[in-house]
């Protein structure tokens, strides 16, 4: 599969380039201060998760670790995620980048509980250290859902990522949190 979308690009570009009646290719993207925000996720971090599975009950702990590295030439952040959740082990998987054209960071997640891909876009407010975005993608029962997150960068070794989504009355509520410390 992996060939198959190698070669597809490859052949993308070349009729490009034949589009353009054989000018030389646009310069390559170099990462640019959007791409600065990722620096901030670089690294090895332990988490806290906190699941509410209803509104109003008590949340269900458990941990994890992530691993964010910087890629594509420091053009996207890619990270992985793996611990328990509600008993089972749980592996996610996600990628970011900055899309110049809608102005604001995009992104992918999959993981070992929802039977396929979530799309994400963000925008980042250096004023509050804050990531602000939605998500759309399938819950566990493959149903599509739409949430709200937030991730606050309290300080360069903790951050806090809070994900809200519509209760059973309709109304926003907070499903998850997530605490995060980054290892020295």
Known sequence: MK?????AFVVLSVVSLAARGGQQPPPVPKPGPEQAVFKMDEGTWDAVVEIAAQPGM????????EV???GC??????????GNMMGAPFHGHGVSVWDAA???YV???TDSM???LAVAESTYDPAKKMMTGTMEGPDMSGQVTKSRST???STPTTRVMRMYAPGPDGKETEMMKISYTKRK
């Open 3 to 7: 060939s198959r979308l190698v070669a």
């Open 107 to 109: 992104g992918s997640w």
């Open 102 to 104: 809608k102005k604001k």
């Open 68 to 70: 964010s590295t910087i």
């Open 114 to 116: 929802s039977p396929g």
């Open 151 to 153: 991730v606050e960068y």
């Open 73 to 82: 030439g420091g053009l996207c952040l890619i990270t992985d995620f793996k």
């Open 58 to 65: 008590a949340a269900q702990s458990s941990k994890g670790v």
